[in-house]
């Protein structure tokens, strides 16, 4: 079983919520969340994300003491995102863009060539 398996599972368990309500209020597909802790690895990082900020919101309105080491783990896992610029053509390698004030997806110019701006998560 995956780590963000398990700990799907145990948070069902200890707070006697179905996968379908979890659904509902992550946008996640049930049949995602079902393979999902049943050991599947998720293939979607977002939606990974996406699960993990909710089971820590819940946790943490449960009043349990707030985010488990653990819990905190799980959320670190591909949390590393770097900005990079990457050349549209040519042999430039691509370059980390530090200065973040350009949203990814976005196609800029710098020496008169196209770059794009992209976020890449680093996963362990």
């Known amino acids: 079983m995956t780590e ?26 049930k049949e995602n ?16 994300n996406k699960l993990t900020d909710y089971l820590d919101k819940m946790e943490l ?22 900005t990079m610029r990457v050349p549209l053509w040519g042999d430039a390698k691509p370059v980390p863009y530090l200065t973040g ?3 990814a ?3 800029v110019l710098i020496n008169e060539q196209p770059e794009l701006i992209v976020d890449r998560i680093e996963a362990p």
């Open 4 to 29: 963000i398996g398990k700990r799907l599972k145990e948070f069902r368990i200890k707070y006697q919520i179905t996968i379908p309500e979890i659904s509902r209020a992550t946008g996640i597909a």
């Open 33 to 48: 969340l079902y393979k999902w802790e049943r050991g599947a690895k998720p293939s979607d990082v977002t939606w990974y």
């Open 61 to 82: 309105a449960a009043g349990d003491g707030g985010i488990s080491e653990a819990a905190m783990q799980y959320k670190n896992q591909f949390r590393r995102v770097v």
């Open 101 to 103: 004030n350009i949203a």
């Open 105 to 107: 997806g976005t196609v």
